[in-house]
Structures are given as C-alpha cells and as structure tokens.
C-alpha cells in the first residue's frame, strides 16, 4: 500500500472496513476487529492514527512484524493470515493489516465470534455464529447435525490427542475450552438449546463413528 493509499484511507474515517488504533498498546483489543473484519466484509486496521484521524505514527522494532503476526496467529480460530505492512507517512510509519473477507468464517479472538457494524465490533449472537458454521463451503453435508447424538457420542480422549499434536505441530497451545474448538472446526452445533454433534464431528471425532 502506497502512502498516498493509506493518507485516503484515513480521510474516510472509521467505518465499516477501517480502523484506527494508536499504538501497538491496543494490539490485544485489534484482535476482535480483525476477526470481525474477517467474518464480514474485511478491512483495514491502521496502528499509529488516532480515532480523529491524526497521524502519530509508530516505532518499528526488529520483531515488530512478528509480534503483530504471532499475536493474529495465537489468538484467531480458525486462524487468520492477514497481510501486514510498514508505511511511511508524514516522515513516520504506519502499520496496515489488511484482512480478507474469510470463506472460512466465523472466526473466533480470545474464543469469541464478533462482526463489523459500522466502526463498531459486535459480539456475534448464537444464531449468527450458527448460520455462518451453516454456510461454509461444503458444510451442506459435513455441518449437518445428527439429530439423535449429543456431547456424550464424542471422544474426547480424541479431541485431547487432537489438541496436543496441534499443539506440537504448531508449537501453539488452544487456550479455548475444546467445545469451542470443535465449534469453530463446524463439529458441534448448538441446536434445541445443546450442543450436538454434526456429521464431520462423529467421524472425526466420534465414540462411534
């Protein structure tokens, strides 16, 4: 992105697809607006620009790049690669994520589901966060639930295995409880008021598949 890109970008203000944050201080709380913008329509978060649009700007350190990426990566289920840029406007550096509407929503920060509406990040509601589980790629058949099978036909000697060699894998641990790992993997839906078990969660994940 050029500076003059993100000059315009700042000229709009805080909306839908933009949001501004002071310094890497408010890392943690970019974390909701990135998966909102993820589950939504996508956008652009800016460190180092004020909430009125005043360039401050930012002190790039060598692992700066990789604290913002680690923090995205550690922190979002299913885990979302945005794109993180340094540009400098007004003799000082802005940091651009740009994040991609997901085929893969709803993305989970901190184990929590949020969408954009309009500069704001709303927590998502069950229903919300359930018809978008409904509406993955190939979750026609996979996400459907099986009516007739609760929490108790899942293995969670399984779900365990599952998280410790994701873990090992990726040398980070879940710090989400696994019912919510499997709901945003589409492998349990809340329906009637409990969670039960869609097809991909029994043969995945299943006592008895």
């Given amino acids: 992105m050029t500076p ?3 000059r315009a970008l700042i000229a709009q203000g ?11 201080a408010e890392l ?3 974390m909701r ?10 956008g652009h978060l800016l460190f180092g620009v004020r909430d009125s649009g005043e360039i401050i700007g930012m002190t790039v350190g060598r692992t700066t790049r990789e604290r913002v990426v680690n923090m ?4 979002t289920d299913p885990v979302i690669y945005p794109s993180v840029e340094y540009v400098g406007v007004q003799g000082t550096t802005v940091i651009v994520v740009t994040v991609e509407e997901s085929d893969n929503k709803p993305h989970l920060a901190f184990g929590r589901a949020y969408r954009r509406v309009g500069a704001v990040d709303v927590q998502m509601t069950r229903d919300e966060y359930e018809r978008l589980l409904r509406d993955r790629p190939g979750a026609e058949y996979d996400g459907q639930v099986v009516a007739q099978a609760t929490e108790d036909d899942i293995a969670w000697d399984k779900v365990e295995r599952y998280l410790a060699l994701r873990e090992q894998v ?3 641990r879940v710090t989400i409880p696994p019912q919510q790992v499997l709901q945003a993997r589409g492998c349990l839906v809340e329906a009637n008021g409990m969670l039960r078990p869609t097809v991909a969660g029994l043969l995945l994940f299943g006592a008895d598949p």
């Fill in 28 to 30: 943690e709380r970019g």
């Fill in 4 to 6: 003059e890109e993100v």
């Fill in 33 to 42: 607006t990135v998966a909102a913008f993820a589950n939504t329509e996508g």
């Fill in 170 to 172: 990726t040398g980070r």
């Fill in 14 to 24: 805080e909306g839908q697809k933009l949001e501004f944050k002071r310094s890497l």
């Fill in 72 to 75: 995205i990566r550690d922190n």
